[in-house]
């Protein structure tokens, strides 16, 4: 019963770590109508970034690199939102979708062309120690990110509720032509969701990047995020972090 | 004064181009023959660590040749790169781009090893996996093209059972008492679930069967990058006593991650050769001190040949890649890979004289290659390769297999190399070759 409980617990908190992932396309998702298969690439490249701020070009202090990493995501948002998307307004989804793709190969390109492609340890000094619990093995990293995304998840909720930026999001996503007869720019809609994105993603860009090391396959842990993301609701942020599934998927594996 | 500007401009450029054009037509006059080497490379996506160590230590083993005059002093290397991003549908589109000009191809992934070995059979264009790809392919009489040298992935399972043995114990001598060390032992086999990782079950089923120990095989799905489910699995329930790490890329890093966050002992863990590179082990941190991994060369920079490459080479600033990673694991292998292919060059050109090779005379010279602890000496790679010796029926040549730990800064050898249980890896070569000949309908060659 103890292993049961066990593999349910790491399940749960191996959710957690990818609905950190799934959060950024459903928050993408819910302003844009777009699902953004550059998500992953996204991680990928505020992990390379931050590794570039603290070790492999400069030696900035964490806050700093971090700061910087968050502003590199940001120049990304307008570039994408700015460069890449503003030609495709008003055409069908689908381009939106690919265009995405594009995205995706750009950004894996120029982060090995500036960062190179070895694997890179990133510690931030965030505990990495093991202990029992009732027979149960718990981590304090695992744990750490766990709150992380609580309050990323937390804050979220908050933003899309309360603030005006985050209803006029929320309109958007409704209806895009609604929200442009009341006022909304779109445009500045998406940039702000694409800051956003740029931000969780560089979250998760961190938490996979200590835990994996920074490197190219963490373009692909948005793909296995995705049955998070399905499960929890395309567009929906809370939905995003139902790790429960995750849990089921663990326990599944194991007994296949 | 316009016009007359540009078009004394134009009349220098006019100029300047003749000359150049001339002098290069001087020194083409000049010009050695080349062989030409198409290059399968990844050094972009999720394995370009391994991808660039390979491809460079090739090339820069090239440059040394070039720079010393070329093959014997008269043929000059000249190759290009593929990047082929380690996905086997680019691979072949690169195999056809070269094909009607090299005469052999390292696939560099066990994928586009069995895609390739069709197409270079009937091409006549020699497949050299070294360290990877079909381990029954060892097996010259149905596999003529293909060479499995210096080991193959069989071989080094054998090699890593007796290697358990030893830590359990053994002599490392008497075959006879191998089974009483190993009874009862609990060994998972870890591997990434792509015909690569499952290559090595059959026999460590095989050799489960002959000496007693339990084997289980845990499946990673591809890209490998979350084993918490396995590794649970592992230590948990399975209670291994050993843990065979065979993975690729970011899933070799994983599992060390993952034991020491269940507490189970680094030391206990024993790499395929795809991950004991330092790429493979930096990522995990403190977690992968202690760690072992299997090798079929020597790794640092301690070695003559390596020596001269760095003054020769990088010293002219002719290197193909940072300088930090001369000496690192893939970029050895990559640079023995080409030693190899260099002496059977060498090999060919005694029989068929020297001149740029087809890829039947260079076949020729892979089947008769003999390379001895002396002639590595005189090669300048003692201790960075092992003796070789080919035949018409033995593709793999070698099979030695090399231990080396991760002290937490680099890999140190053990100082064990350890021969295969060569007639146990054969009987089962030969019978699964049989096998494939059967099933494509191929007439094995008779060896003399």
């Known amino acids: 019963m103890a292993f049961f409980f066990e593999v349910l617990i790491t399940g749960l908190m191996v959710g957690i770590m990818y609905s950190l992932i799934a959060l950024g396309f ?20 505020a992990g390379l970034a931050l590794v570039g701020f603290l070790h492999q070009y400069m030696h900035l202090p964490l806050w700093l690199a971090l700061l910087c990493t968050v502003g590199v995501m940001t120049i990304w948002a307008y570039v994408i939102v700015f460069v890449v998307l503003k030609p495709l307004v008003n055409r069908p989804p689908l381009m939106l979708f690919m265009a995405t793709f594009g995205v995706m190969y750009l950004m894996e390109g120029i982060g090995q062309s500036i960062y190179g492609t070895q694997a890179k340890g990133l510690n931030i000094g965030i505990p990495d120690n093991s202990f029992e619990v009732a027979g149960i ?39 895009h032509e609604a929200a ?75 007994d296949s | 004064m316009g016009r007359k ?22 020194a083409s006059e000049e010009k050695k023959p080349e062989q030409f080497v198409g290059l399968l490379a990844y050094r972009t996506g ?77 091409d006549k264009i020699v497949v050299i996996s070294s360290g990877y790809g079909r381990a029954d392919a ?52 870890l591997h990434i679930d792509v015909p690569y990782g499952q290559e090595t079950k059959p026999i460590l089923d095989a050799m ?58 680094s030391n206990r863990i024993l790499g395929v050769w795809w991950c004991g590179a330092e790429e493979d082990v930096l990522p995990a941190g403190p977690a992968a001190k202690g760690y072992y991994s299997t090798n079929f060369h020597g790794v640092g920079r301690d070695f003559p040949i390596i020596k001269e490459v760095v003054d020769k080479v990088y010293g002219a600033m002719k290197g193909n890649i940072s300088f930090t990673r001369v000496g690192s694991v893939y970029y050895n292998r990559g640079f023995v890979a080409a030693i190899v292919d260099h002496e059977a060059i060498l090999t060919a050109h005694k029989k068929f004289g020297v001149k740029v090779l087809t890829g039947e005379e260079f076949r020729w010279g892979m089947e008769h290659l003999n390379i001895t602890k002396e002639r590595i000496k005189e090669i300048g790679a003692e201790g960075l390769m092992q003796p070789l010796k080919t035949s018409c029926a033995d593709h793999e040549g070698g099979g030695m297999v090399f231990f080396q730990q991760w002290d937490g800064k680099k890999w140190v050898s053990t100082g064990d190399v350890i021969t295969p249980m060569r007639k146990f890896v054969r009987g089962m070569i030969e019978k699964s070759a049989a096998k494939y000949a059967k099933e494509k309908g191929i007439t094995p060659r008779t060896c003399k």
């Open chain 1, 26 to 45: 459903a928050l993408i998702f819910k302003a844009s109508d777009v699902f953004n298969m550059a998500q992953g690439a996204m991680s990928l490249f």
């Open chain 1, 137 to 175: 093995f718990m981590s304090s990293f695992d744990l750490f990110f766990a709150g992380v995304a609580a309050v990323l998840v937390a804050g979220l909720i908050w933003f899309f509720q309360k603030t005006r930026n985050g209803r006029a999001l929320r309109a958007v996503s409704d209806d």
């Open chain 1, 180 to 254: 442009l007869s009341v006022g909304i720019p779109l445009l500045k809609a998406w940039y702000l969701t694409w800051i956003i994105a740029g931000i969780v993603a560089t979250v998760a860009g961190v938490a996979w990047g200590t835990r994996l090391g920074v490197q190219f396959s963490l373009s692909y842990i948005a793909f296995k995020a995705l049955p998070v993301l399905i499960i929890g609701g395309l567009d929906s942020i809370p939905g995003a972090n139902r790790p429960l599934f995750q849990a089921l998927r663990s326990v599944r594996k194991r």
């Open chain 2, 5 to 26: 500007l540009s078009f004394t401009i134009f009349a220098l450029v006019l100029v300047a181009s003749f000359i150049l054009s001339s002098g290069q037509a001087m």
């Open chain 2, 46 to 122: 999720p394995f370009a660590a391994g991808g660039s160590g390979l491809t460079s230590g090739k090339e820069d083993f090239m440059a040394l040749i070039n720079m010393r005059g070329g093959i014997n002093g008269k043929i000059m290397y000249k190759w290009e790169e593929c990047e082929t991003a380690y996905n086997a549908a680019r691979g072949v589109e690169c195999y056809n781009r070269f094909k009607n000009k090299m005469f052999k191809v390292h696939p560099e992934s066990t994928g586009i090893t069995y895609a390739l070995i069709p197409k270079a059979t009937k």
């Open chain 2, 138 to 189: 060892s097996d010259g009489r149905v596999f003529p093209w293909v060479f499995t040298i210096p080991t193959n992935y069989w071989s080094q399972n054998t090699a890593k059972i007796k290697w358990i043995a030893m830590q359990e114990g053994w002599d490392g001598k008497d075959m006879s008492t191998i089974g009483k060390y190993l009874k009862g032992l609990k060994i998972a086999n």
């Open chain 2, 208 to 265: 489960a069967k002959k000496f007693g120990f339990k084997v289980r095989h845990f499946p990673v799905p591809w890209p490998g990058i979350d084993q918490k489910a396995q590794w649970m699995d592992i230590v948990r329930r399975f209670k291994a006593d050993w843990v065979i790490n065979r993975n690729w890329g970011v899933s070799c890093t994983v599992p060390l991650k993952e034991a020491a966050r269940l507490k189970f002992p």
